[in-house]
T-cell receptor, first 112, second 115 residues
C-alpha cells in the first residue's frame, strides 16, 4: 500500500494563474480532505469530499474548488492565484466512519 | 468555536533530555485526539490516537495523556534524540452530526533537539 500520494511535489506559478493539485487516497479510504499549511502554521481545513461531493468546507473563498472521482482520488483547483496562496497543500484520506486520517507528503506551491 | 491551542510555540532541549508538550481544546462533540509529528516540508505522521475513555497511550518514547474533563492533552518525549526535531501537532477530531468527522488542528510546537 503506497499510502496517500500527491502530485506534483513542487509547483511554481505566477499571480492570476490557475493550478490543479492531485491526490490518491490510501487503499480502503473513501474520504479525502484538503488542507493549506502556511509556513510556520498548522494546517487549515479547506474542504472534504465523500461520494464525489463536497461535504464540509472551511473558511476559504470560491477560488478554491475540488473534485472527487469514482476511484476516490481527488483534485484541488485554485483559480486566480494570489501571493498568499503560497503554501504546502496537504491531502489526507480516511474511512468516513472513523476520521482516522493519513496524510500525503504534500505539494509545495509557490506563487510569484 | 472549535479551537485547539498548543504550548509552547517552540522548545529547544539537549539530546537525551525529556520534554512535555501541551494541548488544550474546545472542540465539540469530541471523537478522538491525535498527536502528529511533522518534519519540515513533509506531511504529518500520526504518533498516538486517543479516544474519550483513554487516559494515556504510548508509542515508543512518546507518551500521550488525555484529560477529557479539562479538555487537555500532553505529549511527553523521553530521552530525546536529534531526529525528534520537528513540529508536533495536536489534532482533535469531532463529528459534524451527519456521520462525517472533521479534524481541528493546533498550530504546532516546534521542537529542536541540540547535541
Amino acid at each position: 500500500d503506497a499510502g496517500v500520494t500527491q502530485s506534483p511535489t513542487h509547483l511554481i506559478k505566477t499571480r492570476g494563474q490557475q493550478v490543479t493539485l492531485r491526490c490518491s487516497p490510501k487503499s480502503g479510504h473513501d474520504t479525502v480532505s484538503w488542507y493549506q499549511q502556511a509556513l510556520g502554521q498548522g494546517p487549515q481545513f479547506i474542504f472534504q469530499y465523500y461520494e464525489e461531493e463536497e461535504r464540509q468546507r472551511g473558511n476559504f473563498p470560491d477560488r478554491f474548488s475540488g473534485h472527487q472521482f469514482p476511484n476516490y482520488s481527488s483534485e484541488l483547483n485554485v483559480n486566480a492565484l494570489l501571493l498568499g496562496d503560497s503554501a504546502l497543500y496537504l491531502c489526507a484520506s480516511s474511512p468516513r466512519t472513523s476520521g482516522g486520517t493519513f496524510f500525503g507528503p504534500g505539494t509545495r506551491l509557490t506563487v510569484l | 468555536k472549535n479551537q485547539v491551542e498548543q504550548s509552547p510555540q517552540s522548545l529547544i532541549i539537549l539530546e537525551g533530555k525529556n520534554c512535555t508538550l501541551q494541548c488544550n481544546y474546545t472542540v465539540s462533540p469530541f471523537s478522538n485526539l491525535r498527536w502528529y509529528k511533522q518534519d519540515t516540508g513533509r506531511g504529518p505522521v500520526s504518533l498516538t490516537i486517543m479516544t474519550f475513555s483513554e487516559n494515556t497511550k504510548s508509542n515508543g518514547r512518546y507518551t500521550a495523556t488525555l484529560d477529557a474533563d479539562t479538555k487537555q492533552s500532553s505529549l511527553h518525549i523521553t530521552a530525546s534524540q536529534l531526529s525528534d526535531s520537528a513540529s508536533y501537532i495536536c489534532v482533535v477530531i469531532h463529528g459534524d452530526g451527519g456521520g462525517s468527522y472533521i479534524p481541528t488542528f493546533g498550530r504546532g510546537t516546534s521542537l529542536i533537539v541540540h547535541p
